[in-house]
């Protein structure tokens, strides 16, 4: 585009940064084209969006009168403070130009270079609907007036009076990015917003009192308590204004004012919240003083106390709303002392970051990770830890707050000074945005938008440096400020633990030992002093290991004060690092990868049965991390699980060393399947469906070991087949964590074979299996049950195939046919345990189905496992197995429904219980709807009682009462720690509802 006149001196629009084809015209309109404007036309060009301030500029022109405009236009060309504020607000702000246009007078105002002070506000405000003190509260230091004008017209009035203010603060703001002005910082601005709030709600208190009382006397003593942002004063351009009312009388009248208030400021000003009263929405809107101290004594949560310490008296009855605070304040500095304190500030912080959709964290200024709840959450909670002792640090500005910890060493002075300029920075932008508009928000435009983007640089008065315009540079801020938020974030509880832990600068220590300990105890961790010996042990490591682990220890610190049990984490780690403390890799892989790092310590505070595998398989370790198709923890399949497990074992060259190697496997799988499980990277089925083959592989190599050494030993070929018969959940391939191995022996002899002989030979080896298995070590158990056996434990450990057939076909009991629906070849000879499925299915699934006699039996015997099974003292509602629609309900279910009618579907002839289930449903024995309840009953069973084991480490099956055990398991079990109570009540309906489903298919 060329010069406007042709002469040199004038810019041209394109230089100006002016892109719409209107602009020269509009230049000229205004009589900007000349020399003589050269000055006003650069400083136009550095407006954040120079064509909006020209389009808004000609729009004002039409609106004014002549001579007012030919001032303005004098103005502007000879005070450059005045051009400063009106280019920059005009530059910045669509509601401000059309404020400016609506309201032709308001110009006026951007002449002073001094903002209106508290006094003025409050004068200006109360003008507007001509409000007068009501008589003998000026002098009690109250805030309550009368207002002549009431209903729609004080609504405008006071909506133009307070538009008028935020105009002068924004002018004055933004007047920087134009000329050269004085600079206000975000204390200032926030503070002259809440006197602006502060102001405009005394005047909306005016016109309540009015509309609700007339000329007669004020009845009631009522007081607004500021909270939030506004209570802190720092509050945003456009925000809601948290209140709290109280009242002498709580009665009808001052419930009428406060509901009047807030309408008229809501309308005429931003909206009143009153949510963060006692009983938020559902509590009364006012209450007396008495019933406030009264609630949060007795009732308040963790959130509510830290709500109140930005509390602070705002108007009416300033003596009763001193009153308050004097009261309430207190309890604030110990809340920290709760029980609940830990788990419900992590609750809140999950919270928090769960409110914005994933693909909108990075633009969201408010919330996710590096952004403005970083910090306030950070500042608050180190408060209320420390500031039960340190009454310096009780600040209710975020930035001040952050001052006074700086100052009181709780936080190191580099830091809190980062800190502080990265909180600034945002809330910056967050300024900036709502300000285009006058709309709350705190999305920041999307990076690939550049309009919005250079926009959104130039009003924060961001330059190009160098050949990056403002947008890249805004964007690469942007990324550096929410890093640094974020890295200290995690910094701020940790680093001054390693300090005071060490004592390694002490130039720098922020924290004595007994404040290191309470800021350990606020993060959930019951018994400080052990864990700040245990980071003392960490951190003090000699050589390389020390400096690393004073590296990343900020880090696994708060990853394990995420975790239900933060003592118990903080000590496995301790243990584990002792365990590897020749093992340079085991310290390094931490520090170099954080997916690792993250979820080792989410185990380590979760699970006592992983932590305890963890000490004697530590390569597990390794598959923490994430490979090209996915998590490692998932990547090997359990039949080739099975063959490695076999192999590795075969090839000792005694027994001796091959238990050693079959339990060396064993306990490197079950360390990955239970990680991977907990980690919630395996789901129910595939966690069953793994344990049951590790189970298996183990059989089949311990049975191939015993029968190897048997040969060498007696110098020939073995006289029988065996082959092992997995029963109950090994042979549904259903295991669990806590679950035994129940099998069947069985023996061919061989065709030249003595018999008897065959059979001690088998029994001898049996026996040897069960022995070998059965030894004690530090690993879970592994304990062989043949207790399914014919004639139960007063049978024979190893039968043949045809006494097996002679036995089931002339004595079994109904009981023990129903135990050969669940048997599978499982180890040992394949063909031999063919053969011995192909005779029991002619037990199981007899032509005609199992007589109703039989069918009669099992309804009496599980009648009377329900009545006599359950052990002393277990609750029938929370027992994971034979509880109320507990996984025995489920599986006899299942198993009464095969034994009817298994010989017409041979879809049913299956020993898993989930299968099965599908099974029935595909051919309409039961309801989509009941075959629905029993699998969730069943999963939710098995879920719960393998987390019952991972967190106790040991078989449990009995969920326990609310409290802290229960918060671990419902965590181990994929639930938020502060959702324990959910988790149970999801586990007692599902239970409930399959119970129904039970009685419904025993009583047919």
């Known amino acids: ?59 004002m022109k039409g609106e004014i009168d002549a001579p007012d405009w030919a001032e303005l236009d004098r103005l502007v060309r000879t005070d450059r403070g005045f051009r400063g504020r009106l280019f920059a607000v005009l530059g910045s702000s669509d509601a ?64 133009i ?46 016109v309540a009192i009015t509309e609700v009382c007339g000329d007669k006397e004020l009845p009631v003593r009522l007081a607004v308590i500021a909270m939030g942002k506004c209570g802190a004063r720092e509050l945003n351009y456009v925000s809601d204004v948290d209140v709290v009312f109280v009242s002498e009388p709580a009665d009808g009248t001052a419930a009428r004012i406060a509901g009047e208030m807030m309408r008229v400021g809501s309308l005429a000003f931003f909206d009143v919240d009153a949510a963060l009263r006692p009983e938020g929405k559902s509590g009364a809107l006012t209450r007396t003083l008495e019933s406030h101290v009264a609630y949060y004594r007795r009732w308040a949560k963790t959130w509510e106390f830290q709500a109140l310490l930005k509390g602070r008296p705002m108007t009416g009855d300033m003596q009763l709303a001193g009153d308050y605070v004097d009261a309430l304040s207190p309890m604030v500095w110990t809340a920290a002392e709760r029980e609940d304190f830990v788990p419900e500030v992590q609750a809140m912080r999950r919270r928090v970051e769960s409110l914005v959709p994933e693909e909108l964290r990075d633009r969201n200024l408010k919330l996710g990770s590096g952004s403005l709840r970083d910090v306030e959450f950070a500042v608050q909670l180190l408060q209320m830890v420390h500031g039960r002792v340190d009454e310096e640090i009780r600040a209710k500005a975020t930035v001040d707050a952050l001052t006074a910890l700086t100052a009181g060493g709780y936080v190191g002075r580099d830091d809190g000074a980062n800190l ?28 690939d938008d550049g309009g919005n983007m250079r926009w959104l640089a130039r009003a924060a008065h961001i330059r190009p440096e160098g050949e990056r315009d403002a947008t890249t540079v805004l964007r690469e801020e942007l990324t550096r400020q929410k890093a640094r938020i974020r890295r200290l974030h995690e910094k701020l509880f940790y680093r001054p633990l390693l300090e005071a832990a060490t004592r390694f600068n002490t130039d720098e220590l922020t924290l004595t030992d007994k404040s290191a300990e309470r800021r350990l105890s606020a993060l959930g961790y019951a018994k400080p002093e052990r864990a700040l010996s245990h980071i003392r042990a960490l951190a003090s490591a000699a050589g390389r290991r020390g400096q690393i682990q004073l590296l990343i220890l900020p880090s696994l610190l708060e990853w394990i004060g995420n975790t239900p049990d933060p003592d118990a984490g903080l000590l496995n780690y301790r243990r584990l690092c002792d365990v590897m403390d020749e093992a340079e890799w085991f310290i390094r892989l931490l520090r170099d990868d954080g997916v690792v790092a993250e979820r080792l310590m989410h185990v380590l505070g979760t699970s006592e049965y992983i932590a305890n595998l963890l000490m004697r398989s530590p390569e597990v370790i390794h598959l923490y991390s994430d490979g090209a198709n996915g998590p490692k923890l998932c990547e090997p399949r359990p039949e080739d699980v099975a063959k490695g497990l076999i192999a590795s074992t075969v090839r000792q060259p005694n027994l001796k060393r091959a238990v050693a190697a079959a339990r060396s496997h064993r306990r490197f799988e079950l360390a990955r399947i239970a990680s991977a499980d907990i980690l919630g990277l395996m789901d129910v089925p595939a966690v069953c469906a793994a344990l049951s ?47 035994d191995a129940d099998v069947l022996f069985v023996c061919e002899p061989e065709p030249d074979a003595d018999e008897a002989l065959a059979v001690r030979w088998s029994q001898t080896i049996a026996e040897k299996v069960r022995s070998m298995l059965g030894s004690p070590s530090d690993d879970p158990p592994l304990e062989v049950d043949t207790g399914l056996r014919p004639e139960g434990r007063n049978g024979p450990v190893v039968r043949t195939l045809a006494a097996y057939a002679a036995y089931y076909e002339q004595w079994a009991q109904p009981w023990e046919i ?50 006599e099974r359950l052990p002393r003292g277990a609750d029938p509602a929370t027992h994971t197995k034979l509880g109320r629609g507990g996984l025995a309900d489920v599986e006899w279910t299942v198993q009464l429904i095969q034994l009817r009618h298994a010989h017409r579907y041979e879809s049913l002839h299956n020993t898993s219980t989930l299968q099965s289930l599908d099974a029935i449903g595909s051919v309409e024995l039961l309801g989509e709807n009941d075959v629905a309840q029993l699998k969730e009953a069943w999963l939710t069973a098995t879920k719960a009682r393998n987390a019952l084991v991972l967190v106790r480490g040991k078989p449990v099956d009995q969920l326990p009462a609310p409290g802290a055990q229960l918060r671990a398991v419902a965590y181990a079990a994929g639930w938020p720690e502060d959702q324990a109570a959910e988790f149970l009540e999801h586990y007692l309906r599902v239970t409930r509802r399959a119970k129904t489903v039970v009685r419904k298919v025993f009583g047919a």
């Open 96 to 159: 401000f130009g059309d404020h400016l246009v609506a309201e032709p007078e308001a110009w006026q105002l951007l002449r002073s270079a001094d903002l209106p002070s508290v006094d003025e506000m409050n004068e200006r405000m109360l003008g507007a609907v001509g409000a007068t003190p009501e008589p003998g509260e000026i002098e009690k230091g109250n805030k309550l007036f009368r207002a002549a004008t009431t209903g729609p017209k004080a609504v405008v009035a006071l909506r």
């Open 420 to 447: 502080t300029a990265s909180y600034q920075f945002l809330r910056l932008l967050e300024h900036r945005l709502q300000l285009q508009r006058l709309a709350r928000t705190h999305m920041l435009p999307a990076f």
């Open 818 to 867: 129903q135990a050969l629906l669940r048997a599978h070849q499982v180890a040992g000879d394949e063909q031999l345990g063919i053969d011995f499925l192909h005779m029991a299915d002619r037990i199981r699934y007899p032509e005609g189905g199992v007589s109703p006699e039989a069918v009669k039996e099992i309804r009496r015997i599980k009648a009377r496992v329900d009545s």
């Open 161 to 206: 009076a307070y538009r008028n203010l935020l105009l002068e603060l924004a002018a004055h703001d933004l007047a920087p990015t134009v000329e050269d002005e004085p600079v206000l910082y975000l204390p200032e601005v926030g503070g002259y917003l809440a006197d602006a709030a502060d102001a405009a709600l005394t005047a909306a208190l005016a």
């Open 693 to 739: 083959s590790v189970w298996a592989a183990v059989l089949n190599a311990a049975l191939t070991v015993v029968i190897a050494e048997s040969e060498r030993d007696r110098g020939e070929a073995a006289p029988a087949r065996i082959a092992v018969i997995g029963m109950g959940r090994l042979g549904g391939g259903e295991l669990g964590y806590g679950s």
């Open 1 to 59: 585009m060329t010069s406007l006149r042709g002469r040199g001196r004038v810019p041209s629009a394109g230089r100006l940064g002016l892109l719409e084809n209107s602009a020269p015209g509009h230049l000229a309109d205004l009589g900007w084209d000349n020399d003589d404007a050269v000055d006003v036309l650069w400083s136009l060009s550095r407006a954040p969006d120079a064509d909006l301030a020209l389009r808004s500029l000609i729009r």
